[in-house]
């Protein structure tokens, strides 16, 4: 068992694979945690054949054993949580003993997703694409000083009825024409605190007290790096921050905690929902790239949209999470390709940029710059070395780290956990071996 903690992201738009790497590293943690997010994150891991996708409860929970902990982070709907329960009991995984809800956690209430659905349409032409599940909301109400935490289910049923009716009459004034009744909302979340009340905890306790026992942790992020709400493409980005400042505010940890990062990047670039995306590709090329990856939501099974390696964005998300490694994913994707490219920088009305810019305009105008590698016949699919890779592969890793600034710790060619390179030398060898 290693002792480092190690915190494991996303470094583009989301979608990487997470979920492969986390349930492949799993072994070497006794704890998973997640410190943001809700259930709009889709993690789909295969073991032995069969698919599981994963939306709030970390995939740790997969290996017999392992803590997983939501963390206060996190805004957690109860009744997709017992959903996610109850699908991994049906499919012989229980989670008890073995899950933690944060007690100081923000609940998605029934009328979040409403609303959600509300904003967007409100929005119009500028959508932001999000997954209608009431998160954005629900961190609205965070913020705005009127969630309701998993704490509020389990204590003082007048105080919770107060805070119920008044947020229920604050949702009618802003839906037209809506009665709704808070009693029945309340009782739902009494009922949901009694089912909860067994996982919550004081997860930020636990991990101390883990930690100081010796064991290891690893951080697991939900969405990505360029969805944060700080550092990502705002406002196309989600309600929370999926960076690495993200583990210490979302469970309470110190940043001392953390002993390394490691980015999941694609081995191309795909975004789901709005906003630009310099490198995207249109036509036969985009097609491929998303077949051959079958580039679909796990949580809304839209299309993604699809383009070539951008190491402007991973160079960005080495330096605002402090990257030791990528996780590079999905090279077997790019397999037969006569040629693959790598987008350096961007050509812009403003001139040449170099570093990720704020300013939208600025991305959306972007013209990718290019370098051009050749392409690999000899397929990448399900190798376990580095030698097995063809010469032209191992030349576009190896480019691709100049460029971002980053070495692959791990490169994953398949789906499957044993579909996957550990780079000798470098810092997942370090962390998974002792
Ligand atoms: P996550 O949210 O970051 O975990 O990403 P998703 O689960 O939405 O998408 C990842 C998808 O790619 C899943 O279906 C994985 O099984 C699959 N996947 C992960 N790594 C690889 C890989 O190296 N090659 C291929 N072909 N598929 C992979």
């Known amino acids: 068992m290693v002792r480092t903690n190690i915190a494991v992201l996303g470094a583009q738009w989301g979608d990487e694979g997470k979920g492969k790497i986390v349930d492949m590293l799993t072994p070497h943690f006794s704890t998973v945690a997640r410190y943001q997010g809700g259930h709009n994150a889709g993690h789909t891991v295969y073991v032995d054949g069969r698919k599981f996708v994963l939306h709030l409860i970390p995939s740790g929970i997969l290996h017999p054993g392992v803590t997983c902990i939501i963390g206060n ?50 929005r119009g032409e500028r959508k932001i694409g999000t997954t209608s599940r009431g998160i954005g909301p629900a961190y609205e109400d965070k913020v705005g000083r009127r969630g ?59 991990l101390h007290q883990t930690m100081a026992a010796g064991k290891s942790v690893m951080f697991e992020g939900a969405q990505a790096t360029l969805l944060d709400i700080d550092h990502g493409t705002y406002p196309f980005v989600t309600s929370s921050n999926a960076s690495v400042g993200g583990i210490c505010t979302g469970l309470g940890v110190a940043p001392k905690a953390i002993g390394g990062v490691l980015g999941v990047a694609k081995a191309y670039t795909t975004r789901v929902g709005e906003g630009p995306l310099p490198t995207e590709l249109t036509g036969e090329l985009a097609d491929r790239l998303r077949e051959t990856g079958q580039e679909y939501g796990s949580s809304t099974g839209r299309p993604r949209r699809c383009g070539w390696y951008d190491a402007v964005v991973v160079r960005y998300s080495a330096r605002i999470n402090g990257l030791d490694a990528i996780a590079l994913t999905k090279l077997d994707v790019l397999d037969g390709l006569p040629e693959v490219r790598i987008c350096t920088g961007y050509q812009t009305p403003w001139g040449q940029v170099t570093e990720f810019p704020a300013d939208l305009r600025v991305l959306a105008a972007a013209e990718p710059i290019y370098e051009t590698l050749p392409g690999w016949t000899r397929p990448t699919k399900g190798a376990t070395r580095i030698d097995e890779l063809p010469a032209e592969a191992r030349r576009y890793v190896a480019r691709l780290e100049e460029v971002s600034g980053v070495a692959c710790g791990l490169i994953s060619t398949g789906s499957d956990r044993n579909e996957t390179i550990i780079t000798p030398g470098a810092a997942v060898e370090r962390w998974t071996s002792a």
């Open 148 to 206: 309701i935490r998993v704490c509020d289910l389990l204590g003082d049923r007048e105080a919770l009825a107060t805070e119920v009716r008044e947020n229920v009459s604050a949702r009618n004034r802003i839906i037209k024409d809506s009665t709704l009744d808070w009693r029945p909302v309340f009782d739902q979340l009494v009922g949901h605190g009694e089912r909860m009340k067994p996982w919550v905890a004081d997860v930020s306790l636990v």
């Open 73 to 122: 982070g996190v805004v957690v709907d109860p009744e997709a949580l017992f959903k996610e329960v109850d699908e991994l009991a049906r499919l012989g995984t229980s989670v008890d003993g073995r899950l933690l809800v944060s007690e100081k956690a923000h609940v998605i209430l029934p009328y979040h997703r409403e609303l959600d659905v509300l904003s967007e349409a409100r």
